[in-house]
């Protein structure tokens, strides 16, 4: 069975840093990509990164460039997004998801559970 699962969130002062990290494992995903995608409370998810696990093309949302960087170990089937020079709008549940590839998240068809991402001012 398929699972995919997040881990590394926590808190960290504005400025600072964290790196997530996800594993997919149950089935092959070589033919998805691995997206990034986080939630605040009462808005939609919304997309903050992805790779191709066959070509490792990288897309970022705007708000996260030059900061987040979303890189695979192809030889832990595992997906890291280090995330630098954090700001309390980055505060969110984030998510990993298998899917299309696509910035909509609706396309993704196996998540995680979620990790807190906290950043204080």
């Known amino acids: 069975q398929a699972h995919v699962a997040e881990s590394g969130g926590g808190l960290v002062q504005a400025g600072g840093s964290l790196r997530l990290s996800c594993v997919a494992s149950?089935?092959?995903?070589?033919?998805?990509?691995m997206g990034w995608f986080r939630q605040v409370p009462g808005k939609e998810r919304e997309f903050v990164a992805r790779?191709?696990?066959?070509?490792?093309?990288?897309d970022y949302a705007d708000a996260v460039k030059g900061r987040f960087t979303i890189y695979r170990d192809t030889t832990k089937d595992t997906v890291h997004l280090p995330m630098d020079s954090l700001k309390p709008e980055d505060t969110a549940v984030y998510y990993c998801?298998?899917?299309?590839?696509?910035?909509?998240?609706?396309?993704?068809?196996?998540w995680g559970q979620g990790t807190q991402v906290t950043v204080s001012s």
């Open positions: 998801a298998a899917g299309s590839g696509s910035r909509w998240y609706k396309e993704y068809e196996y």
């Open positions: 790779i191709t696990w066959s070509r490792d093309s990288t």
């Open positions: 149950g089935r092959a995903f070589s033919s998805y990509a």
